[in-house]
């Protein structure tokens, strides 16, 4: 079932500055990866879902409940994490998140108390006087304290150092095992290779792909890069019929692609030569995005 | 109606200029009303002196009036300056210049921070991302600023009051109950603007400018409209054509003359003070419902 559906979504700003046309589907307990360059049109689509401001054109749909202005009862089902952290002057952390579970009727503090704890936030600090990373700490727990059936996200993990990182992994992993549908716009490539589902790339405001992470986990496809010890090996595997990707003459270094039913053949004829050392590239999202945004800068 | 938790936070947020203005108020009352009280008796003029003085002119068939004349001062002064005393200078000037200063620096301030200042930083994402509907954001907020400005002329009133029993020669307690209905429907009407202007933009520069440029205009055209006021000319240095100051501020609607003098024109300008208010409540609070939020 389609928990989020966003249909011809298209919120003009000028100046070729807005969405244009978005289509997607979230799925029931899916983890949704929403990547694009500054400015690309990420957080206007999340207000849109967010019903903070109304699209052009097109609708998007939440549990079947078209998304406006007015459909707050659907924010019971939803946690949120802004972009743009900026606290109500009401003192510390700790004033905040009791009031925000006010205002979503959370009475058991059990989950947010653990989610402080986990996270090592410390609610005593002025919200005035919060870096960058403790805010966002704070957001992250309002936004999951409520045990939301749909989070939606928005670059949730700026400001959190590596170790943070990691948690705020364990943290959407958690929420998934729940059975939460996650919608996630983010920077950071490794943390959306470690949890989503299903990747969109947005470009100028449109969607250029969709990719299914599994496709990126297990490409048969893989690249290794090899360093041969002389001249003369580096020049006779050039013979190789293999797929060179790139050749460095100078360190006598070769790339090659090889399918995984190729591996075999592969090791036998390296097997052959005096190799200085084999490394595999890894295809990552990040490759795999930066590839698909040259070409799309070409067609431009 | 309303949500309490939101009001909770407006409250926490606000409670500390609602507390200095409330003071302030209280305090410019108590300054001003002591040290008026000091010099509202009116000194009795010393017959023994006097009296040779105006027998001298009779005699010589001259009058105060061409004495005054010779001089070069319009005589009519003496007749102005004989109506006037300390509380028809504060009625006329207290209440609707320094009365209604912290009041309009008040409803600037938090009418701004009711919702373009949380929509300018981002914090509004956290109450609409809650399921409080928009038009409840609206009236709690529209509850906390009506509120506050009627509690803090409880107070300030309460004071006036107090001061005005313990003090001779003072305005009727009455009368006092009237000037602080008075600043606070006008206190009212201008946090409806403020209100308004708030709900309207989404930048603080703009409800700043617009709301701030407002009061700043009523207040400046209430002290050059001074000078056009009946009380300025018949003291003898009235400016008339300056009156026309007096006709676009809206303090004027704040009509201290004739809650003064017992006629009923008041009564109208505060009606016209409360539909003011009402519809730039109306006009806020919907405005409010239906636009983009970009948070």
Known sequence: MAIIEIQNLTKDYGLSR?????????????????????????TTTIRNMMGFIKPDYGSVKILNHEVNYNTEYLMKHIGYVPGEISFPDIGDGNAFIKIQAEMIGLKNMDYANYLIKKLGLDTFANLKRMSKGMK???????????KPDILILDEPSTGLDPLMRELFVELLIEAKQRGATIFMSSHVFEEMEKTCDRVALLHNGNIIDIVDMKTIHHNELKTYKIEFTSNKDYQNFLKEKFNLISKKEKNYQVTVDIMDDQINNFMRTLSMYKVKYIKEEKYTLEKYFLKKMTEEKKND | M?????LKQTIKSNWGLWLVSTLTVSLLYIVMKISMGTIAVPSDPDPNVLVPYIMALQDAGLSIDGLFSAIGINPDILTGLATMDGNTLVGIMFYPIVGVLLPLLYT???????????????????????????????I?????????LILMFL???????ILALI????????????LNLGLLLFSIAMGSLTYMFSAIF????????????????????????????DLFMTMGIGIEPMNIFNKITMISLFNTTSILDDSTTYILYFVILVIVSIICFVTGGIWFTKKDIPV
């Open chain 1, 18 to 42: 807005g969405v244009f046309d978005i289509n997607l589907e979230v799925k029931e307990g899916e983890i949704f990866g929403f990547v694009g360059t500054n400015g690309s049109g990420k």
């Open chain 1, 136 to 146: 966002q700490k704070t957001a992250i727990v309002c936004g999951f304290m409520g």
């Open chain 2, 2 to 6: 309303i949500s309490i938790p939101l």
């Open chain 2, 108 to 138: 600037v301030i938090v009418g701004n921070k009711l919702f373009a200042s949380q929509i300018d930083r981002g914090s509004m994402a956290f109450i609409l991302s809650t399921s409080i509907k928009r038009s409840k954001i609206a």
């Open chain 2, 140 to 148: 709690t907020q529209l509850t906390f600023f009506v509120s506050s």
């Open chain 2, 155 to 161: 107070v300030a009133a309460s004071v006036d009051v």
């Open chain 2, 167 to 178: 003090i001779d020669n003072s305005l009727p307690v009455d009368k006092i109950i009237l």
């Open chain 2, 202 to 229: 989404n930048y603080s520069k703009y409800s700043l400018a617009f709301g701030g440029g407002l009061a700043l205009t009523f207040f400046i055209s209430k002290i050059l409209g001074l000078f056009g006021s």
